[in-house]
C-alpha cells in the first residue's frame, strides 16, 4: 500500500507569513496534484506535477515535486485568509488513474 | 454549472438499512471514483470505474456495492449500513490521472 505522508498535520500563521507544507513517500508516483478542500466542500485541484525537479508556481503558492518523484513541496508567500483550508497531496500511478491521497494539512491563516 | 453532483448532502441510517448515493457527472469522463474521508484518515477509495459497465475495488470496499450502468452515472450502495461506515462520502471524476480529479461536494452520512 503506498502511502503519503504529509507535514504538518496542522498550521496556525498570520496574515502575511509564509509557510511551506511537506508531502512524502517512500513510492515512486508519475504525477504529483495538491488540492485544497473548504468545510463542507469536496477538493480543488491546484495543480498537477509530473516531473521529477518540477517546479510550478500558481501566484503566492509554489509547488514542487522531488528529483526521485517521491516527495512535494507547497509554499505560500504571504499568506492571506483566503488560504485557509484543508491541503492534500495526492500521487498517481498511472493505474487507472487512480490516487493515493495523504492525510492533509490543516492551515488556518488569521488576520 | 458544469462538474460532478452527489445526492444526497445529508442522511442518517439506522442500523442494518440499505441505502445508495447518487453521483452523476457531465463531463464525458471516463473515470469515475467513491471515496470516504474520515478524520485522521483522509481519502481512501472504496471502488472505482474506467469506463461504462466495469467497477472494480479500491482499498476499503467491504460493505459496499457499486453499478455504472451508464457513463455518467455511478452508484455506491450500502446493503446494510453499520456504525463504522459513518463519514463523509465522496465521488470524483476524471479523464486522466494527470487532468485531476473533479470532486462532487459530498454526502454526510451518519449510522446510528
Known amino acids: 500500500t503506498q502511502l503519503l505522508e504529509q507535514s504538518p498535520q496542522f498550521l496556525s500563521i498570520q496574515e502575511g507569513e509564509n509557510l511551506t507544507v511537506y508531502c512524502n513517500s517512500s513510492?515512486?508516483?508519475?504525477?504529483l496534484q495538491w488540492y485544497r478542500q473548504e468545510p463542507g466542500e469536496g477538493p480543488v485541484l491546484l495543480v498537477t506535477?509530473?516531473?521529477?525537479?518540477e517546479v510550478k508556481k500558481l501566484k503566492r503558492l509554489t509547488f514542487q515535486f522531488g528529483d526521485a518523484r517521491k516527495d512535494s513541496s507547497l509554499h505560500i508567500t504571504a499568506a492571506q485568509p483566503g488560504d485557509t483550508g484543508l491541503y492534500l497531496c495526492?500521487?498517481?500511478?498511472?493505474?487507472?488513474?487512480?490516487?493515493?491521497f495523504g492525510t492533509g494539512t490543516r492551515l488556518q491563516v488569521t488576520l | 454549472n458544469a462538474g460532478v453532483t452527489q445526492t444526497p448532502k445529508f442522511r442518517v441510517l439506522k442500523t442494518g438499512q440499505s441505502m445508495t448515493l447518487l453521483c452523476a457527472q457531465d463531463?464525458?469522463?471516463?473515470?469515475m471514483y467513491w471515496y470516504r474521508q474520515d478524520p485522521g484518515m483522509g481519502l481512501r477509495l472504496i471502488h472505482y470505474?474506467?469506463?461504462?459497465?466495469?467497477?472494480a475495488k479500491g482499498e476499503v470496499p467491504d460493505g459496499y456495492n457499486v453499478s455504472r450502468l451508464k457513463k455518467q452515472n455511478f452508484l455506491l450502495g450500502l446493503e446494510s449500513a453499520a456504525p463504522s461506515q459513518t463519514s463523509v462520502y465522496f465521488c470524483?471524476?476524471?479523464?486522466?490521472?494527470?487532468?485531476?480529479?473533479?470532486f462532487g461536494s459530498g454526502t454526510r452520512l451518519t449510522v446510528v
Open positions: 470524483a471524476s476524471s479523464r486522466d490521472s494527470t487532468y485531476g480529479y473533479t
Open positions: 513510492s515512486v508516483f508519475s504525477s
Open positions: 506535477v509530473v516531473t521529477g525537479g
Open positions: 495526492a500521487g498517481g500511478t498511472g493505474t487507472a488513474s487512480k490516487l493515493t
Open positions: 463531463m464525458n469522463h471516463e473515470y
Open positions: 470505474s474506467v469506463g461504462e459497465g466495469t467497477t
